[in-house]
Each structure stands twice: as C-alpha cells, then as structure tokens.
C-alpha cells in the first residue's frame, strides 16, 4: 500500500467536512457530532499510517499539483512533523468526543458552528504541522488562529474582549512571521523549506537574513507565548468555553513549538543559532524566567482555571528552554515534552470542564467533598497533577529527566536549578488543590449543591463522554511514561535535526 | 540621501509600520486599534509588492511565447510575479482577520455599551 496521498487527505478530509457539517446540520442536527467524529478518526488513522510509513520508510514527500519543489508547494514529511501530527490528530480526536456535553449545555442553539470551527482549527493545526512551506505554513496558522479566535468568543463574560486582545497579539505574531518570510524571500527567492536550507548557509553574515530570523522567532514566540509574549494567553484561556481551552490550549503552543524547531533547526541550520548569534542562549534565559515567572503567578490564583493557564506558561518555558540548549538531551526533553504536556494539558483542562459541567465553581477552597462526587475525574486529576510535578511513572518525569541532563551537559547549573526548584513550585501548586479536594473536611453539605437530582450511583460523576476520554488521557499519561524509552528509539530520536 | 530617495517605498513601509504598530498598542479605542492593525498588515502588503517590482519592467506575459520559443527571455524586463499572488492570499487573510475582529467588536459594544479599553477594564472589575 502506497502512503503517498496520506498527507493532503490529512488536511482536505477535516477541511471539507467542517464545511459539509453545516450543510448537514441544516439537514438533521444530530447527526453533526457523529459526522466530526468520523472525520477526526479519518485524521487520526491518515497520521498513523504516515507515522507507519515514515518508521519503515523514511521521509514522505507530497507535491501539490505535481509541480516541484522549489516552485511548488511540497508537503514533506519527516519523522518530526509525523510525531507531532500524530500528537495533534490523537488529542484532537479525544477533545473532540468529550466536547459534545459541554457544548450542548453552553451553545445548544449554535452546536453546528462550533463543531464547524472545532474541524477548522484542527485543519489549521494540521496544516501547520503537514507543510514544507514557509508561506503556506503562514496561510495555515492564521487559519488556525482566525478559528482560534472564534472559538475563544463563545466564552463567558470577558471573553470577547480577551479574544480581541489575543487576536491583536496574534496578528503581530503572524505579521511579523510573514516579513521573515519575505526577508527570506529577497534574499534566496525561494519559500521552500528544504530549498531554503540549501541556500542560506551563504547567506549568514547578511543583516537580512538575521532581520528574518529575528522576525520569525518573535512571531513564533508571540504564538506559542513565550514569556514576555505570553500576556494573551490567561485571559483568553480562562474566560473560553471549557471544552475550547482544552483543545487551544495543549494544542496551539505545541504546534508553535514545533514550528520554532522547525525554524531554528531546519529552515536555518543548527550552527546559525547556536554559534553566529547567540539565539539559543537568549531564548533558554527567556525559558528561564518563563518557568519561574509561569509558576510563580499560578501560586497567586485562585481559580483552578486560571492556575493551570499559568503553569501552562511555565510548561512552554520548559520546551523552549530545550530547544535553546541546544544538545542532545535538551532536544529529545523538548520533543518528549510536547507529547507530555499536550497529553497533561488536555487532561487538566478537560476535568475543569467536566467539573463545571456539573455545577462546581472553579474557586478551588470550594472543591470540598468533590472526591466522593466525582472519585474517577479526580483520579484522572491526581494523575495528571503528579505528572506535571514529575514524579516518576507518570511522563511528566521522563521529559524534565532529560532536561535536567541536557542542562547539565550543557554545563549550565542555573537551568538545573530552575528545574529543580519549578518542580518543588509544582508539588506545592497541585497538592493544595489535592488538599481542598480529599482532605478539607465537608463543611456543611447544603453548601455546594451540583445537580442534586442526580442521587444513584456515579450520578455525579462526569458524563460517560467526557469520563472516557478523562480515562484515556491519565491512562495515556502513565503509559506514554512506561513506553517513553521505547517512543524515544522509534521515532524521537530520528526527529532530532541532523548532528545532533 | 540617495538610499532615502531610491527606496522612497521601503522607508514608507517603515513609516506606515510604524504607525500601525503605535495604534496597536498606544490607543486606548478598540476600533482606532483594529484601524492600527489594518494599517499594519498594508504596510506588509507594500513590503512585499515593492520586493517584486523592478524600474522598467513590465508584466510577466511572455508576448509570441509559442512561436518566439529560440528568442532568449531577459528575466530583468519583467517584474517577479510571486509576491504579487503572495499578498492576494495575505489579502484576504486580512480581510477576514478585519471581519472577525468587527464581529468580536460588536459583541463587546452590547455588552459594555462602551468601546474604550479603560472603560471596559474598569466595567469588568465591578
């Protein structure tokens, strides 16, 4: 069976069916949920036989139109994008089922669009992730983040404002990647990735071509909110719907970190950035101060929500500085830590919506007595929390392992220390919750009321849609740990860029 | 003097930049923002199309291509076509960047009655 096709269809098939879903939900609305559904499996199935492909036969090339390369666009396919398609696709897929609950009590009316927007975004996200196009990749990031945009709206009361605020950052962010692209352009006159890669290292005494790379990794950084960047993204995933942030959230900075390697170990060459400008040096200080700033802020917030938004920042932090130490632990960290943190990340934010689902404030002293009302989703909760923590079965500890090796063979004991130390900011973070969840004695039990009609057994438990992929993402969580070195020497360590 | 002059459409790229980039984050009404923004995402417009365009040149047709096949095509006399159909996509980016940001503007002004940033922070503290 020839794989060539796989990587348009990865794209075309979520791309047409958000279109058709609303065509469809005019018809008969029921069927609008079954219809993503099946459209997301297609995706996830497409990215598993390209990541199939991919291990047995090497890199996939796809030429839109037959035209070639440097003229045309080429999706190109190697084993870095095959792994975080693989991550997007998967997590998308199990977003998308436990989305169905919470939509249908925020937007029962506008339950089509949503779904419609969901298949964009995930479109967008693929795309990004697919191409091998510099100015293709700008197209599907800005479709990314006008659906983003969007779908952030829906929220509560702040969120159309904080939705314009991101939108505001967001378009300097793409602006700014698109001036790189056309500094690029002047000087190689080529938007082809892999061509790219061939003509520039010539180029590296140019100021344009350093203008560029500045201009691409500001842009990449306001996206993926790295932290002087990062002040859009609270607010926005705070006030967006449950089931949105926890799509946005593991998802869009993920595939922004991507798209930095991408950049700075592809399209430019390892040595631009580790020996002609210091860039890798500046970006693990900012990765620095991002984890202690990300989990300094989230110790002062209240809400549940809001906390996990602020780890998240810190959790960026951690990829990045990865990436800046530029060795071979730092970089097998950073891309284990993007599967890690998505799967974290989805799983933390999908139980945030559950739990809102039924009725509990996020105000998290309020969390008494919610371990016997919802005894699996809290499980799922302890799981998720020990992994960001780090603590060992769960795979939270196998990519801050190789971090913290990278850090130290790249000889820089502060960077040790601020993992050290995030780690320790973590355990005191999650275990006060723990604490407000199954310790705090139950006050008064007229306090807190979630649907109380509900009185048989698990009748408070999260509905059985969200629930399965909950399971899914804490089991997902402890045996990606468990596999981690086995996931390593499959595809990872072929990710790495070469020399490394 | 002469790199001023020479590259007059350059140095308004920078000019119009920055003043798109100093409503984006100086102003305090959303709408003279999003008017910042526009005037942002222009200005790239300009970068690009002046990166294609060459003094002399004309459109890239190539005239009697079928039959004048053996005569040589001088690439100087024709402009770069590419940054043109680049800023036809980047264009209708914009436009539906404008659109939803007027949608999410609408949805801000019933609610607050209000589109000043100031006011509107100092309505949700409430």
Redesign the interface.
Known sequence: MTASPFPILVIVVPLISAFLIILLGWLKKSLCYPFMIASLMATVFFSMAILRWIIHHGTLHYYLGNWDPPWGIEYLIDPLNAFVLVIVSVISLLIGIGSKPMVESDIPRKSIYFYCLFLLQVTGLLGIVVTGDVFNLYVFLEIASLAGYALIAIGEEGAPFASFNYMIYGTIGACFYLLGVGYLYIMTGSLNMADLSKLLPDLYASKVVLMAFAFFVVGVAIKMALFPLHVWLPDAYTYAPSSVTSLLAPLTTKVGAYVLIRIMYGVFKPNFSIEVIPATTILSWMAFFAILFGCVLALGQRDLKRMVAYVLIAEIGYIALGVGLANRNGLLGALLHIMNDALMMACLFLIVGAMTYRGWPRQMERFTGLHRKMPITMAAFVISALSVIGIPPACGFFSKWYLVLGAIDAEQWLFVAVLLISSLLNAILFFRVIEYVYFEPVAKESEVKPSEERTKFMGNEAPLTMLIPIILFALAILSVGLLSGTIISLVIQFALPANF | MEQVIGKYNYWIYIILMMIG?YA?IGKKN?VK?LIG?NI??TS?IL??IS?GSKKGATIPIVSNGHEGIHRAIEAFQYMNP??HV?ML??IV?MV??FG??L???L??YR?YQTLDEDE?LRL?RK
């Open positions: 980039f984006m959303l923002k923004m942002f995402q790239i970068f690009f990166t590419l940054p680049l996509t980047a980016v539906s960047t939803v940001a949608a999410l503007l949805m801000i609610r509107i949700r």
